[in-house]
């Protein structure tokens, strides 16, 4: 069982930055691959990027290349999503997911692939 809960969010303006963690609890943490989601309002959620237990293999979703890095550190059992140059169509809520998975190299995945979710945290992008 594993319990995820993010935190960072908020509300910045046109081409500003935020860093959204998720803290999660219990020993297995690396032994879960780790992805970010986001949900607008009225649209499905949608994959953002993922990371492998290790670190070194990462994937983004077109729209968010260049522009967010996700990252992990596992001795804080904490994945981390830096957004910078914020567009208004990145609002939505942003969700961290874990995947058990011993995998080294990730790919993007649909959300019902992974098997915990966090609650959601709001990032509204708006001047």
């Known amino acids: 069982q594993v319990q995820l809960v993010e935190s960072g969010g908020g509300l910045v303006q046109p081409g500003g930055s935020l860093r959204l963690s998720c803290a999660a609890s219990?020993?297995?943490?690396?032994?879960?691959?780790m992805g970010w989601f986001r949900q607008a309002p009225g649209q499905e959620r949608e994959f953002v990027a993922n990371?492998?237990?290790?670190?070194?293999?990462?994937a983004y979703t077109d729209s968010v290349k260049g522009r967010f890095t996700i990252s992990r550190d596992n001795a804080k059992n904490t994945v981390y999503l830096q957004m910078n140059s914020l567009k208004p169509e990145d609002t939505a809520v942003y969700y961290c997911?874990?995947?058990?998975?011993?995998?080294?190299?990730?790919?993007?995945?649909?959300?019902?692939?992974?098997?915990?979710w966090g609650q959601g945290t709001q990032v509204t992008v708006s001047s």
């Open positions: 219990g020993r297995a943490f690396s032994t879960y691959n």
């Open positions: 990371i492998a237990w290790s670190g070194g293999d990462t």
């Open positions: 997911a874990a995947r058990k998975s011993y995998s080294l190299v990730v790919r993007p995945r649909p959300p019902d692939e992974y098997d915990y």
